[in-house]
């Protein structure tokens, strides 16, 4: 990890195995995640960000649902980018 982030280990993303736990906890807790199969997948192997690529937009289409007048909603798209 030094080699690749130049010495800096809180520089750009580097996603180990124990942090794809941690993010698929939080995952679970907004309410989308990627199936079963496919995080024991994952955790055994190397991650598949493609994996990941749908789940911004369901968020984002849930919070338009739950605010349909279209106010300012707690989420943006920029943190939401997988």
């Known amino acids: 990890m030094e080699e690749r982030t130049g010495g800096k280990h809180a520089r750009g993303t580097n996603v180990i195995p124990f ?3 941690n993010i698929d906890e939080l995952l679970d807790d907004v309410g989308v995640n990627v ?6 997948a994952q ?3 190397p991650v598949n960000p493609r994996s990941y690529r749908k789940l911004a937009a369901k968020v984002q289409r849930r919070g338009a ?16 980018k997988v």
Not at 35 to 40: E, I, K, Q, T, Y
């Open 35 to 40: 199936g079963p199969l496919v995080r024991a």
């Open 43 to 45: 955790w055994l192997g």
């Open 19 to 21: 942090s794809m736990h």
């Open 65 to 80: 649902e739950a605010d349909p007048a279209g106010g300012q909603r707690a989420t943006s798209q920029a943190t939401l």
